[in-house]
């Protein structure tokens, strides 16, 4: 899913591994955003969700086919954490 490359950034920088960013794609509720700032070259998306340890994780991802390539995992940002508990109370 990650290139070599982001998941060694994602790893050292935010200490999240490919397999805990992987997590948000399957567990719900998740908020997906179309990322406009960061897609001149590529479509890129953004999915507000949990890991299986309940981590808050914002990550940033584009589309090949049917394959979803990571670009960035971090933990949300607080603006980010307000948005994902606005939208997911609505459907919990």
Known sequence: MQNQGNINKNTA????KNEEAEEVFVNQPAVLLKDKKHSQTESRLMILGKTDKKRLLSVIFTQRGKKIRIISARPMSRKERRLYEQKTQKHS
């Not at 920088?13 to 999240?16: G, M, Q, T, Y």
Request: cysteine-free; aromatic content about 0%; hydrophobic content about 25%.
């Open 13 to 16: 920088k935010h200490k999240i």
